[in-house]
C-alpha cells in the first residue's frame, strides 16, 4: 500500500486521470476487502448508492473528494495515508487534453486514449491495418471513410485531429517503448489506393528508426498463428502499482483486461508473434519493396 501510495507524489511527467482513477479504485477496492465491509455498508454509511460505491471501484469515475473521504472514514483511514488518497482523486478528477474530443469518440476509447498517455511499452498486433499511432493523416481519412457509416466532415477532422495529437508523444523525450507486429496483409492492402499507401509504408520505415520503435512483418509464408481471431494490444505502465492492461477492440466497443493471467496470456501470444516476424531490417526492406511496386 505505501508504495502505490508514493506514486502520488512521485507523479512522472505524464500523469493520465485515467490511470489515476484505475489507481484510486484498486486502493479503495481493497481497503473495502480488508475491512469487511459490503458496498451496501459503505454506501449506507457514506450516504450513496451501492451503485455508486461500485462505479468508484470499477474506476468509471473517481467519485467526488467528500464521497472519497467518508469511504476512507469507513475504512478508518486517516492520517498522511488519507491526504495521499484525497490528492490520488482530485488528480483522477481533472479532464484530461483529450477531453476536448469528447464529441467525435465513444467513451470506450476515451479510457484507452487516457491509459496510453501514461503508457512505458506498447506492444501492439494489428492484422488489417495500420495501428493510430503509426498511420499518415491521408492513410486515416481513407480508412475512417470506408467504414460502414462516415461521420460528417466536422466530426470526422476532429477523428483525425486527435490520432494525430496522440502521435506526437512517439516523437517526445518520454515516447513509450513500442513493439508494433503488422500482418503482411497490412501492408498489401491498399487504403485510399497506391499513392496514399506507398507513402503510409514509407511514414513505417522511417517510424521504424526511431531508437524506441519497433515495427516488424509477419509474412504470410508463417502460415497459421495464434493471433488470427484479431489484433490486440498490451500497455505496460512506469509504476509497477499500475497494472498492466490488455485492450480488445470490437466492432462497438471494447474489453480490457487487467487479471494477470489475461496479460501473461497476451504478452506470451505477443511474444510468439514477435519470435516468428522478419527482424526489423527485413521488415524495412518489406515495407520498402512493397512501396516501389505500388509507386
Wanted: hydrophobic content about 40%.
Amino acid at each position: 500500500m505505501a508504495n502505490a501510495l508514493n506514486g502520488v507524489d512521485a507523479v512522472a511527467k505524464r500523469t493520465s486521470p485515467t490511470v489515476r482513477r484505475r489507481r484510486l479504485a484498486k486502493e479503495l477496492r481493497q481497503l473495502r476487502r480488508e475491512s469487511g465491509k459490503t458496498r451496501e455498508q459503505v454506501s449506507d454509511f457514506v450516504g450513496c448508492s451501492p451503485v455508486t460505491i461500485t462505479r468508484i471501484e470499477s474506476a468509471q469515475t473517481a467519485g467526488t473528494v467528500p464521497i472519497v473521504a467518508r469511504m476512507l472514514e469507513a475504512y478508518g483511514v486517516t492520517g498522511e495515508r488519507c491526504e495521499l488518497l484525497l490528492t490520488l482523486c482530485r488528480e483522477a478528477r481533472k479532464r484530461g487534453w483529450w477531453n476536448r474530443y469528447s464529441d467525435s469518440i465513444p467513451e470506450w476509447f476515451h479510457v484507452y486514449v487516457g491509459l496510453e498517455e501514461e503508457a512505458s511499452e506498447i506492444l501492439t498486433y494489428e492484422s488489417e491495418a495500420v495501428p493510430g499511432l503509426l498511420q499518415t493523416e491521408d492513410y486515416a481519412r481513407a480508412l475512417l471513410l470506408s467504414g460502414l457509416r462516415v461521420p460528417p466532415v466536422e466530426e470526422l477532422d476532429r477523428r483525425i485531429a486527435l490520432r494525430m495529437k496522440r502521435q506526437e508523444r512517439q516523437v517526445s523525450d518520454d515516447a513509450p517503448r513500442t513493439w508494433a507486429v503488422l500482418n503482411e496483409a497490412v501492408l498489401r492492402r491498399q487504403v485510399g489506393g497506391p499513392s496514399i499507401m506507398g507513402e503510409q509504408l514509407r511514414h513505417l520505415v522511417k517510424m521504424s528508426r526511431l531508437n524506441h520503435m519497433n515495427i516488424v512483418v509477419l509474412p504470410y509464408d508463417v502460415g497459421a498463428h495464434p493471433a488470427m481471431d484479431g489484433p490486440c494490444t498490451v500497455l505496460r505502465f512506469p509504476e509497477p502499482f499500475d497494472p498492466d492492461v490488455v485492450y480488445v477492440q470490437y466492432r462497438r466497443g471494447s474489453i480490457y483486461l487487467e487479471d494477470p493471467l489475461d496479460v501473461e496470456e497476451y504478452v506470451d501470444l505477443f511474444d510468439h508473434l514477435r519470435s516468428r516476424a522478419l527482424s526489423p531490417d527485413e521488415s524495412r526492406a518489406l515495407l520498402l519493396r512493397v512501396a516501389e511496386e505500388m509507386a
